[in-house]
């Protein structure tokens, strides 16, 4: 029943900062014990889980991508935005969000974006 859906710009200029919203419906983000987080797969690399945040709107962040990463939510519209700034070509990846019961586990996912970095 939850659904995601990532949104935003397809193609970013290096140094400025990748923008991303997830839309949630079926569910609250607010709902006890689920966490809603952002993972990414650059081309022919693995998954990589990028941070969270919680129900209870605590964040939880990688430690590589921390200093660049940010992620918050707006409870009327239930959804939830990741900010990755000062981005390279090396930030080019499918971008998912995706929820679970802990930052290991996601039950659902959205379908993907791909965020481009190029100038």
């Known amino acids: 029943q939850v659904q995601l859906q990532e949104s935003g710009p397809g193609l970013v200029k290096p140094s400025q900062t990748l923008s991303l919203t997830c839309t949630v419906s079926g569910g609250s983000i607010t709902t006890n014990y689920y966490y809603w987080s952002w993972i990414r797969q650059p081309p022919g690399k693995g998954l990589e889980w990028m941070g969270a945040i919680a129900y209870s709107g605590s964040t939880y962040y990688s430690p590589s991508l921390k200093s660049r990463t940010s992620i918050s939510r707006d409870t009327s519209k239930n959804q939830f935005t990741l900010q990755l700034s000062s981005v390279t070509p090396e930030d080019t990846a499918v971008y998912y969000c995706?929820?679970?019961?802990?930052?290991?586990?996601?039950?659902?996912w959205g379908k993907g974006t791909l965020v481009t970095v190029s100038s």
């Open positions: 995706a929820t679970g019961p802990d930052l290991t586990h996601m039950d659902y």
